[in-house]
Nanobody, 123 residues
């Protein structure tokens, strides 16, 4: 059974960095696409980044490309999101998600979700 648990969120100043982690305690995710999404108050959930099961292919939203890096460690059943040069507009609840299929940036196509972790960028 898939159970995704995010961690690593918090309060950071503009220009700072955070690394989010998402562990699949059900130990099932090694062959699936993993994605990160975020949702700010009053806004729809939006795609941030995704990575294929092998880690050989990644995709990013235009708004985070060059600042965020997604990676995975299948031996640890963990996917990471390294966030650098954070901006106030990056403030949101960040969710990891698992998809039993190929890559997509459509959140409706992901099968399992974590509970989310809050990221706040403010001085």
């Amino acid at each position: 059974q898939v159970q995704l648990v995010e961690s690593g969120g918090g309060l950071v100043q503009p220009g700072g960095s955070l690394r989010l982690s998402c562990v699949d305690s059900g130990r099932t995710f090694s062959t699936f696409v993993m994605g990160w999404f975020r949702q700010a108050p009053g806004k729809e959930r939006e795609f941030v980044a995704a990575i294929t099961w092998s880690g050989s292919s990644t995709a990013y939203a235009t708004s985070v490309e060059g600042r965020f890096t997604i990676s995975r460690d299948n031996a640890k059943n963990t996917v990471y999101l390294q966030m650098n040069s954070l901006k106030p507009e990056d403030t949101a609840v960040y969710y990891c998600a698992l998809r039993r299929g190929g890559y997509t940036n459509n959140p409706d196509s992901y099968d399992y979700w974590g509970q989310g972790t809050q990221v706040t960028v403010s001085s």
